[in-house]
């Protein structure tokens, strides 16, 4: 059995995918500068998702302190 998605779901997890190969791009050749950049751009994409479930998109969302384990 395959799972439902709803509209734009497969084209969602296309997009974590890529995502994730630029990602590993990033850990192969970056410099530890582009490293620490790409940090920082990836902790700010995870609050702003976490501002859209909150249906909160101008809120300050979650702290880094609120997600990471």
Do not use: W
């Amino acid at each position: 059995m395959t799972p439902e998605f709803g509209e734009g779901v497969p084209e969602l997890f296309k997009q974590a995918a890529q995502t994730g190969a630029a990602v590993m791009q990033i850990v192969h050749s970056g410099s530890p500068e582009q490293v620490a950049q790409a940090r920082d751009v990836l902790s700010e994409t995870r609050r702003s998702l976490y501002r859209i479930l909150a249906d909160d998109l101008d809120g300050p969302g979650p702290t880094a302190d609120d997600t990471e384990e």
